[in-house]
């Protein structure tokens, strides 16, 4: 078991806001989808460090990423 | 930048590892693409086993994505925690002794320069505080009293990360860490200082708050090597393991170091300026 980081896509395409994108210390992890304005991790690729949620909830207030559980099968 | 040194001969591509062809489709080359635009392409940078959260795995990531000319970028490490990520790039990577990379670049600028007198070949070495400022020390330093043109970037963790938490030249004073329980009795070296007065043409002190602001620096920094002289970036990134930072808390760690002590400082020689202020100029022309 281990966190992943989870972007609410629909909330999320309501800003027009890449921020997060550009604090995640891992490469080609947190992306940007231009069709649907939104962020989406990468899931296999993220560390669960969760700054991505500092930059969205503490830095901006806007609530979009949240950390979850999630277990390899 | 060329497509040419990904691109595979007809025919190959359908074989290929799948990261690989998303950097030929989707990579930076070819394009105009620059830092504030990541998460929109795939990245010179792979995978790599840097901590979760590490601000040092950040600055590299940021670092690949600023180079102004990766197809013909060498880059140096040596040990420590940088050159796990460092080496996972599609860009050449030298890894040398343990401090000795700006001896190795030393000689590779050179070497290039003679095999490649038409051809512009940026050679970047970044080590960590212990590589450049206690073990590599000499060699630092002369590579800059030489005044030999390529580019210095020390990721300051202020600490030996990557064998457990030593104290380093660069640790503050007072500062306990898991091998030095005893607080480190003597200030931290001041190395942009020391890389003024040895000779360094363009010299920054920056804690990475501010991509557009890190990715410029980084930009110019390897451009005022290529004519003029050494230059050199000291930047502030975080070991969260050794400190105990929480990750989620590294970045507002941040920020707080530069209010405090790790503010943005950029000195450059008048030729650098004017070079780079006419740089400005023509880019002005252009979008006019
Ligand atoms: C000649 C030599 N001495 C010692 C070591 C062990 N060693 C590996 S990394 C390291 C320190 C790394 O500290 P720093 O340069 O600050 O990099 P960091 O891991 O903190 O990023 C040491 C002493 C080595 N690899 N080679
Ligand atoms: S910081 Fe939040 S609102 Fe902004 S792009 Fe990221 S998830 Fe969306
Ligand atoms: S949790 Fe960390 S690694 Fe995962 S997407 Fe967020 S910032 Fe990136
Ligand atoms: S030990 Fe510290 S500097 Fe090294 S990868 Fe982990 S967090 Fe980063
Ligand atoms: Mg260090």
Redesign the pocket.
């Known amino acids: 078991m281990y966190y992943v980081a989870r972007v609410d896509e629909e909330k999320c395409a309501t800003y027009n806001c890449k921020q997060c994108t550009l604090f995640c210390p891992e490469a080609n992890t947190l992306m940007f989808d231009e069709k649907k304005n939104s962020a989406y991790v990468n899931e296999p690729r993220c560390k669960g460090c969760a700054l991505c949620v500092y930059v969205c909830s503490d830095l901006l207030k806007r609530d979009c990423i949240t950390m979850e559980m999630v277990t390899t099968e | 930048m060329g497509l040419r040194y990904v691109q595979p001969a007809p025919g190959f591509k359908q074989y290929l590892p799948k990261d690989y062809v998303d950097l030929i489709d989707f990579g930076p080359f070819g394009k105009e693409v620059d830092a504030s635009q990541l998460g929109q392409f795939k990245e010179i940078l792979e995978e790599h086993p840097m901590c979760a959260g590490c601000w ?1 795995a950040y600055f590299v990531r940021v670092f690949y994505a600023s180079l102004p000319n990766p197809e013909d970028t060498i880059v140096l490490g ?5 050159r796990l990520a460092l080496s996972q790039a599609a860009v050449p990577f030298i890894y040398g ?3 000795d990379t700006n001896a190795v670049a030393s000689g590779l600028t050179r070497a290039l320069n003679l095999r490649f007198p038409d051809k512009q070949k940026d050679v970047v070495a970044i ?5 450049l400022m206690d ?1 590599g020390f000499s060699m630092t330093m002369h590579s800059w009293f030489r005044r030999e043109k390529f580019t210095t970037i020390m ?1 300051d ?1 202020e ?5 457990g938490g ?1 104290e ?1 030249g660069m640790s503050p004073k007072g500062v306990q860490l898991k091998m030095a329980p005893k607080g480190k009795k003597f200030d931290k070296l001041p190395a942009t200082e020391l890389a003024k007065l040895a000779g360094c043409v363009y010299v920054v002190k920056i804690a990475p708050t501010n991509i557009k602001r890190l990715s410029k620096v980084i930009k110019r920094a390897i451009l005022a090597a290529r004519h003029f002289g050494p230059t050199f970036i000291h930047a502030y990134t975080s ?1 969260n393991i050794e400190y105990s930072i929480p990750t989620e808390e590294v970045l507002k760690d941040a920020r707080e170091r530069e209010k405090k002590d790790f503010g943005f400082e950029e000195y450059m020689t008048d030729e650098v300026r004017a070079f780079f202020e006419e740089i400005e100029k023509k880019k002005k022309e252009v979008r006019a």
């Open positions: 040092m040596t040990a420590g925690c940088a002794n343990y401090g080590a960590g505080d212990g590589g073990i990721v963790n600490v030996y990360g990557n064998t030593q380093s070991c």
